[in-house]
């Protein structure tokens, strides 16, 4: 299965320290996405890492893909407890359909 | 700034029922999709559409499923005979371009079905 897989499955953390959530998959990339999940609501998007990269950014989030690994993590530094959601990853395969393939999320809480 | 809406938030309805979600993505969005969420389990892509026509679509995307858009607004999932096991968080998403390019998708904040 193409399907990204996160880790950990839950987290738990204190405002202002950094969350670290990780995914792994099986094949061949063309782009792997990140989204957060507030309670019962929906997808918003964060940040999309091709291939071909290696690490991004974007305020407070930092996204790093390892092709080599079949990996990518998604570190929140200083977190806030607005940063409360489930996080998942979707993977886009190279070679086939462009329609994103979610894994089953990081479940994160940040404690005020 | 503009956001993808759906109606109802909420839907019940008995099994064997017909029910019609509605979802009325980004105005100038040409693709739009369809995801669902059964509770606790991941988001699975159910059918794309482009150009008044389905590009895309997943084995859940079975013949009691369908889309339209009615008018230039309004992009619609019929389900036509519910089942228990659609009981579920439907999501609609459009992007401006199609996910070849890369494009970011814009999802909705959902209409959760239960079938009773």
């Known amino acids: 299965s193409q399907q990204g897989e996160e880790d950990p499955q839950a987290l738990s953390i204190q405002e202002g320290e950094n969350a670290t959530m990780n995914c792994s998959y099986k094949?061949?990339?063309?782009?792997l996405q990140w989204y957060r999940q507030n309670s019962g609501r929906g997808l918003v998007h964060l940040i999309l890492?091709?291939?071909?990269?290696r690490e991004k950014h974007s305020g407070r989030l930092r996204v790093t893909l390892d092709t080599s690994k079949k990996s990518s993590s998604l570190l929140i530094t200083a977190s806030r407890a607005a940063d409360t959601a489930s996080y998942f990853c979707a993977t886009v395969a190279s070679g086939g359909s462009y329609i994103p393939t979610f894994g089953r999320g990081t479940s994160l809480i940040v404690h005020p | 700034e503009p956001e993808v809406t759906q109606t109802p938030s909420h839907q019940v309805t008995q099994m064997g029922q017909e029910v019609i979600l509605r979802c009325v993505p980004i105005s100038n969005h040409l693709y739009f999709y369809w995801y669902r969420q059964i509770l606790g389990q991941k988001v699975e892509f159910l059918v794309s559409f482009y150009n008044n026509e389905i590009s895309e679509k997943s084995e859940i995307f079975d013949d009691q499923f369908s889309v339209e858009r009615p008018d230039g607004s309004n992009f619609t999932l019929k389900i036509r005979s519910t089942k228990l096991e659609d009981s579920a968080m439907y999501f609609c998403?459009?992007?401006?371009?199609?996910?070849?390019?890369?494009?970011?998708?814009?999802f909705g904040p959902g209409t959760r079905l239960l079938v009773l």
């Open positions: 094949t061949s990339i063309n782009n």
């Open positions: 998403a459009s992007s401006r371009q199609g996910l070849r390019v890369q494009e970011t998708q814009y």
């Open positions: 890492i091709r291939s071909n990269e």
